[in-house]
């Protein structure tokens, strides 16, 4: 480009803007009580019109721009990303981009299998599969569907067959449901060279009926775990790393915890959001984003798009997960707030 691209934009508390969630489509297979309960989300409910979702042109347009304010990991999420109709072409569009180092996507892992190699040869780099019990049972309990859990266990090694390795292997954990199958998850994926992540149920949203006393803190699985799999802290990767490393003393492997909820981690967040209808969503947990698929379509300019972002990110200063025990300290919120099937986990 000829003009003078802007400098990076660093939010009101000093966190650049590094990663950036894509939800290519509000829809999804699954109906996880966490993030769309069947009650909610059934047959005669309205996703969006195909008219206000962003073309894979346009979400090729706005991450180039977000690449020219700093975003270098970009990520596909949903609804289920992989329900998007044709996705490693835009896969192929956004490999292309300059700057970008890293292109990943969050998938159920239902329709991995026969889409793991084609990703993979667009440019994908890796994948990361809710996998929330081996349990058929509990798993179709926290699913809502139908499917079985050897479909994702297919999945997952169609993704390392392709190559999108390590996979990551995301599991929610909520206190009477499946806490009691952490330790065989852990087994199962222990000495694969994949990485499982135990995630604290976050009340995201406020369809899921959050409440405290269904978070199994992180200290509780890091016990669980160790009694049977020793375990030790290792060094995070990089600089505001979601997940907290644990190695196993044997060499055998690592596993993650993700505890919003008893450990924040906003003080490192580089993340922003784009919803599939095109909002710039700056935290998880915001009660909205901010509309960029209208100046796009009136005609906007990338340099005058470029500073209507940037002046989004200079203002944030989300920092919900730190101020939780505050605003929410036992149940659901009740202030409404933006739904993690559209902006993606």
């Not at 901010?290 to 500073?307: I, N, Q």
């Amino acid at each position: 480009m000829s003009e003078t691209l802007p400098l990076h934009p660093s939010d009101a508390l000093d966190r650049p803007l590094r990663d950036l969630r894509i939800s290519v489509t509000d829809r999804c297979n699954f109906r996880c009580p966490y993030c769309m309960p069947a009650e909610i989300f059934g047959e005669r409910y309205a996703f969006l019109p195909r008219s206000e979702i962003l073309s894979f042109e346009e979400i090729e347009r706005l991450a180039r721009i977000f690449a020219s304010l700093g975003v270098r990991k970009l990520r596909f999420t949903g609804g289920e990303p992989l329900v998007r109709a044709q996705l490693p072409e835009l896969v192929t569009q956004l490999a292309r981009i300059q700057g970008v180092d890293d292109i990943a996507l969050t998938t159920n892992g239902s329709l991995l299998e026969a889409h793991a190699q084609s990703l993979a040869d667009a440019g994908l780099r890796r994948v990361t599969v809710s996998l929330d019990s081996l349990d058929q049972a509990i798993y179709e309990r926290m699913s809502g569907k139908q499917y079985s859990v050897q479909r994702v266990l297919d999945g997952i090694e169609a993704a390392e067959r392709a190559g999108l390795t390590p996979v990551k292997i995301n599991c929610v954990v909520q206190r009477g449901v499946n806490e009691d199958g952490v330790v065989e998850l852990a087994r199962r994926f222990k000495g694969t060279g994949h990485i499982l992540r135990f995630i604290e149920f976050m009340d995201a949203g406020t369809l899921n009926q959050w409440n405290r006393d269904l978070v199994v803190p992180s200290a509780e699985l890091l016990e669980l775990i160790g009694q049977e799999l020793p375990i030790e802290p290792a060094e995070p990767n990089y600089n505001g790393e979601v997940a907290r490393r644990y190695r196993y003393r044997d060499g055998t492997g690592e596993i993650g915890i993700i505890a919003s909820v008893t450990q924040p981690f906003c003080g490192a967040c580089s993340r922003g959001r784009l919803s599939a209808d095109g909002r710039f969503v700056t935290c998880l947990f915001a009660e909205d984003g901010v509309d960029l698929k209208r100046p796009l379509r009136a005609g906007a300019s990338d340099a005058e798009l470029r500073e209507f972002i940037s002046g989004v990110w200079n203002k944030r200063t989300d920092r919900y997960s730190e101020e939780r025990a505050r605003l929410s300290p036992s149940s659901a919120p009740t202030k409404e707030r933006i739904e993690m099937y559209q902006i993606g986990g």
